[in-house]
């Protein structure tokens, strides 16, 4: 009866480690989102502002707004549509309210040639809005529904 027990566990987890692991261009829908993706859900955000790989923790302090992620590793991923290289350092760090994110770090995206540090986010309308100091870019929130998958050697965590 334990080694059934022991097996079945063993299946689960491999099953779970597989579905993390998926290829970037197959669907995400079937991937089972951490805690973290559903707290932005619950700040009026879409899921798909954070990567879907290994999540290590999360805080949020609900006085202040302070929180942070830790992620297994970093990540790298292509944002829609226009296909900007973005990535995630192993800690994220930020304020969140409702509908916005400020103070961000951890996150970069490489435009004209050099890589930029996006500094908040916030949801407009249908829209989120990406900040890079003074300089905003708005996009179709639809195209953040899903978590994308991080690619390259740390798509692994």
Known sequence: MASKIVFMCSLLLLISYSSQNDNPKTSNSTRVLSAAHTELTNYGLPVGLLPATTILGYAVNQTSGDFSVHLAG???ITLPPDNYVATYSKKITGKIIKGRIAELDGISV??????WSITGIRASDDN???????????YPSKNFDESPACEGRHSAS
Request: aromatic letters at 16%.
């Open 74 to 76: 970093p990540c790298k």
């Open 110 to 115: 490489r435009a004209l040639f050099k890589w």
């Open 128 to 138: 989120i809005v990406f900040e890079v100091g003074m300089v905003t870019a708005k």
